[in-house]
């Protein structure tokens, strides 16, 4: 896991075409907004959150945010452990986030 700030997180994106953004919130907190094209999987749901995870591609690159960037942390960690190999966590989380959001569908 590597920890990345929001300009670093943005430009990695921008030039990563495996790049996943994973949002680890509460459905409550994402229905507020969530950073465009990104997957909800809620991290407090442990039993869900288990299942989704071990479903993810391995090859891919995952960039994983929270409200503040404590669960999104532990949800790279987690990720780490089923040997995904390329796991940022946006530090601050949504709190720091200045960048674009939207609703989700």
Same mark, same amino acid.
């Given at each position: 896991?590597?920890?990345?700030?929001?300009?670093?997180? &943005?430009?990695? !994106? @921008? %030039?990563?075409?495996?790049?996943?953004? /994973?949002?680890?919130? #509460?459905?409550? +907190?994402?229905? &507020?907004?969530? !950073? @465009? %094209?990104?997957?909800?999987?809620?991290? /407090?749901?442990?039993? #869900?959150?288990? +299942?989704?995870? &071990?479903?993810?591609?391995?090859?891919?690159?995952?960039?994983?945010?929270?409200?503040?960037?404590?669960?999104?942390?532990?949800?790279?960690?987690?990720?780490?452990?089923?040997?995904?190999?390329?796991?940022?966590?946006?530090?601050?989380?949504?709190?720091?986030?200045?960048?674009?959001?939207?609703?989700?569908?």
């Amino acid at each position: 896991m590597k920890n990345i700030s929001q300009v670093d997180w &943005e430009s990695a !994106i @921008e %030039n990563d075409s495996n790049a996943i953004i /994973l949002d680890v919130r #509460t459905p409550g +907190e994402c229905s &507020e907004g969530i !950073i @465009e %094209n990104a997957v909800m999987i809620d991290f /407090l749901n442990s039993a #869900t959150f288990q +299942e989704e995870i &071990e479903k993810l591609d391995q090859t891919k690159n995952y960039y994983v945010y929270c409200r503040s960037g404590n669960r999104s942390g532990q949800a790279c960690r987690a990720l780490d452990n089923l040997a995904i190999k390329n796991t940022f966590n946006l530090v601050g989380g949504v709190l720091d986030w200045n960048g674009k959001t939207v609703i989700p569908a």
